[in-house]
């Protein structure tokens, strides 16, 4: 099928503190629309039948619960009932911005997805009622072909966004389609949590993903095209993801990604907007992984030469570190229950300091959740303390075999080159209860290879 994701420099609110009215709200949040209406136009030119917008696109972000209220639209999470906003406009108030999305998806006869605030009153008997007597959702809404509204998905996993609410219960929440099958839902930060994305796939079997989000790029471990194509790869699922192009606030990194293909967009250098359109395969079952021999063990009487660990901050968190010197070798580091192991081949030896780190704690810094990782990464420059460091360019092409024993079957494969551009490891999978993932020769330099676990049971 034809998949388009736009990724949206939105045209943002110069002060979102202030409070404003519905009217200069609906004028901004017009503007931004305008230009997603262009993006559908042109989607469906290009033969797309489904478009997806990102995270916070249409009204921006950095409000406070009151003075986002004038942005919100009003929508029914629980509507039974088929309601064609476009064609129905006049069922409820404050509808819009679900108005303009809905003849968008009607017009171009295309599928539609994209993010938007919504409200909706509760009574104070309700326990999770809000002191202000109505709940704030950052909400993705989908669209059929005729305009439709077919889904509602409230975010779960909020980022620091005191304007909102958590739902009370996580949102299970996908659509059907006639070109693919079901679609399932869920927003930003979601993507590294139990509840609801893991959840929603295991639980409906679910091939194709939509994924608005407003994602800040942190190298080397959770740059946006990095794991939104790690996610496609560990759950053998299509991910359409829409980003946001903001490059001062490191914010850039959309794509169409199948498990071993993508069609990405990263750049920190210009501005505008970005269409996205990539035919990709409707998966309809579990591929085998693609499983070789045995990675080797590393001979206990090798030890005795291993270089010395040290330990530096990765992704403010303490992770231990063994150098990867010469251009070939063994190497193993633990910490508490992980052990990393790499055998590495240089083509040519360049004057770039790598390491191979292990870390396997909670990660308490921008939210709380247990992460187990090997990483081979470079570093920053050639001391020690540079390990961990966001670094963008590499030349050195690396052939490698990692493998951990990881705790968690849950196993993100990382695989980042210079100019942040992704490569697909040759092999991985689980073998003797370790994971491996294994290269000959990245395309180009190596940035990170890393196997990043999420034991969400720790969480």
């Known amino acids: 099928y034809v998949a388009a994701v736009y990724e949206h420099e939105s045209i943002l609110s110069p002060n979102p503190m202030a409070l404003v009215d519905r009217r200069s709200a609906l004028e901004l949040m017009g503007k931004n629309l305008d230009i997603y209406e262009q993006q559908a136009v042109a989607a469906a030119r290009q033969g797309a039948q489904i478009i997806v917008f990102p995270e916070d696109g249409i009204h921006g972000f950095n409000f406070t619960r009151s003075s986002i209220y004038p942005y919100l639209d009003f929508v029914l999470h629980s ?44 009574e104070h008997t309700d326990p999770h009622c809000p002191p202000d007597g109505r709940y704030q959702f950052n909400t993705n809404v989908a669209f059929d072909d005729d305009g439709t509204l077919v889904a509602t998905y409230r975010k779960h996993n909020l980022y620091f966004e005191y304007a909102f609410d958590t739902p009370p219960e996580p949102d299970y929440k996908h659509f059907d389609t006639p070109f693919a099958g079901k679609f399932g839902m869920f ?40 794991f939104q194509q790690a996610f496609a790869t560990a759950f053998n699922v299509n991910v359409l993801a829409a980003n946001i192009h903001h490059p001062t606030l490191g914010m850039t990194g959309s794509g169409i990604y199948t498990p071993v293909k993508s069609f990405i967009y990263h750049n920190m250098e210009s501005y505008g907007g970005k269409l996205i359109v990539a035919e990709i395969p409707v998966i309809t079952m579990d591929h085998e992984t693609n499983l070789e021999k045995t990675p080797g ?140 993932m294994s290269k000959n020769r990245t395309s180009s330099g190596l940035l990170t290879a890393a196997l990043y676990g999420r034991w969400y049971e720790k969480d």
């Open 79 to 122: 509507h039974s009932g088929k309601w064609n906003p476009c064609r129905e406009p006049y069922l409820f108030n404050d509808t819009e911005v679900i108005q303009r999305l809905s003849c968008m998806a009607l017009k171009n006869k295309i599928f539609l997805v994209a993010n938007l605030g919504t409200k909706q009153p509760c």
């Open 187 to 226: 927003t930003c930060f979601d993507i590294l949590f139990f509840e609801p994305a893991v959840n929603l796939i295991r639980q409906y079997n679910l091939k194709q993903i939509v994924y608005p989000t407003a994602w800040m790029n942190q190298l080397p471990l959770l740059s946006a095209v990095e």
């Open 297 to 436: 063990r590393i001979s206990e009487k090798g030890n005795e030469h291993l270089p010395p660990p040290f330990y530096a901050e990765m992704m403010y968190d303490n992770f231990t570190f063994v150098p990867v010197w010469g251009e070939k070798g063994e190497l193993q580091v633990c910490a508490n229950t992980l052990c990393c192991y790499l055998n590495y081949q240089r083509a040519v030896l360049t004057d770039e300091l790598y390491a191979l780190g292990v870390f396997d704690g909670l990660h308490t810094v921008h939210g709380t959740y247990y992460v187990q990782a090997c990483a081979l990464v470079k570093c920053g420059g050639l001391s020690f303390s540079s390990c961990g460091q966001e670094v963008t360019d590499a030349t050195a092409l690396i052939d490698f075999q990692l493998w951990g024993n990881m705790s968690t079957p849950y196993i993100f494969p990382l695989l980042l080159t210079s100019g942040i551009t992704l490569d697909f490891a040759d092999h991985m999978g689980w073998k003797n209860h370790h994971y491996f």
